[in-house]
C-alpha cells in the first residue's frame, strides 16, 4: 500500500481532507504552498517606503495600505488551497469569495502540467496546472513540491499503460 505523508507544522494534514477520504484511499502527495506567495505584497510594501520616504507620502500611504491588502489576500489564498493526491484520484479546494472543492478520478484527467515563470525558478515554486476531460481545468500556483506531484501522478497512472507502450 501507499503510505501516507504527513507534513509538519502550517502543512500537517487538517481534518478536512480526512473527511474527504473514502475507504481504502490514502495520501500520496500532498501540495506544499510556498512563502513566496506574499512576493508581490513584500515588493509593494518596499516600494511604498521608497516612495513614502523620498516622493509624496500620501502616496506612500496609500501603497503601504495596498500591500497589507494584498498579503491578507495572498494569506488567505495560502490558507485555502489545497491539492491532495492520492491513490484513487487528485483532490482540489481553491478560491476566496467562492470556494470550490473539486475531486477528480485520474480517468478523467487528460494532463498534469507544471507552468513556471522566472520567478517560480528562483524561488522555487511552480503552477500546477489540471486538465480534466471537458472545461475543467484547474490550476494550483506557488506549489513547492510540483514536479514531486507530477511525478507521483505519472507513477500511478502510466503504470497501466505498459500494454500502451512502443516496442522498438
Do not use: C, H
Not at 474527504?20 to 517606503?49: D, H, N, R, T
Not at 506612500?60 to 498579503?71: C, E, S, Y
Not at 491539492?83 to 470556494?99: A, E, P, S
Request: charged content about 25%.
Amino acid at each position: 500500500m501507499v503510505e501516507t505523508k504527513k507534513k509538519s507544522g502550517f502543512f500537517k494534514r487538517n481534518d478536512d481532507i480526512d473527511k474527504m477520504l473514502v475507504k481504502g484511499e490514502k495520501i500520496v502527495e500532498q501540495a506544499i504552498i510556498s512563502p513566496f506567495i506574499y512576493w508581490q505584497s513584500a515588493g509593494v510594501f518596499a516600494l511604498a517606503v521608497i516612495v513614502g520616504l523620498f516622493v509624496v507620502f500620501e502616496l506612500g500611504a496609500l501603497l503601504a495600505v495596498t500591500a497589507i491588502l494584498m498579503f491578507v489576500y495572498a494569506a488567505l489564498r495560502r490558507q485555502i488551497m489545497m491539492l491532495v493526491l492520492t491513490n484513487k484520484r487528485i483532490l482540489f479546494r481553491y478560491g476566496i469569495l467562492q470556494v470550490d472543492v473539486v475531486d477528480l478520478r485520474f480517468s478523467k484527467i487528460e494532463s498534469v502540467e507544471l507552468e513556471r515563470m522566472p520567478t517560480g525558478y528562483v524561488m522555487g515554486y511552480a503552477n500546477v496546472v489540471m486538465m480534466g476531460t471537458g472545461n475543467r481545468y484547474v490550476v494550483i500556483p506557488y506549489v513547492e513540491n510540483g514536479p514531486e506531484i507530477r511525478q507521483a501522478y505519472n507513477r500511478m497512472t502510466l503504470a497501466d499503460d505498459k500494454d500502451l507502450e512502443v516496442e522498438e
